[in-house]
């Protein structure tokens, strides 16, 4: 389970570099500036990053060894903001923890309700198991 989340971790900043990387640019010629940016690791492990360009993105990044039964893995806190070619706004908070990578942001796809018939079904069959060892 914690190897997962370690590698939740890599999967998290893959996902941070893509989706900075990835937004689309600006038509410019000229380089996108860095206006601000830090980066802080300490010996025991607790480490942030943050960094701001010219063009409005902004991305930062918090971690810190928690004890988790007999592993000590690194959680991770972070947010990343950019506005793509046609003005749009987009937000992206996380966290990485031993509960795997839980992204939140609106730009996220929402899966549709499940219809009243099916989910009666699937309540009435979750009561019944019996039924099915009938077979």
């Known amino acids: ?26 038509p410019t010629k000229e380089p996108v500036p860095i206006i601000s940016q830090e980066s802080d690791i300490q010996p025991d492990g607790t480490f942030k990053w943050s960094f701001e360009a010219g ?9 810190q060894p928690k ?10 806190q ?3 903001s950019w506005t793509d ?4 706004q987009h937000q992206l908070t996380y966290t990485a923890d031993e509960n795997g990578y ?14 009243a ?7 009435y069959n979750a009561a019944h198991p019996e039924q099915d060892n009938e077979q």
């Open 117 to 123: 018939a099916i989910q009666r079904a699937l309540e």
């Open 67 to 76: 004890q988790i039964e007999k592993e000590t893995p690194v959680v991770m």
């Open 1 to 26: 389970m914690f190897v997962s989340c370690r590698k939740s971790a890599v999967i998290l900043a893959c996902v941070v570099v893509v989706l900075v990387r990835g937004a689309p640019q600006q």
């Open 85 to 88: 070619n046609e003005g749009g």
């Open 102 to 115: 839980q992204p939140q942001s609106p730009d996220i796809p929402v899966a549709p309700e499940i219809p």
């Open 78 to 80: 972070g947010a990343a």
């Open 55 to 63: 063009d409005g993105t902004k991305a930062e990044q918090n971690g």
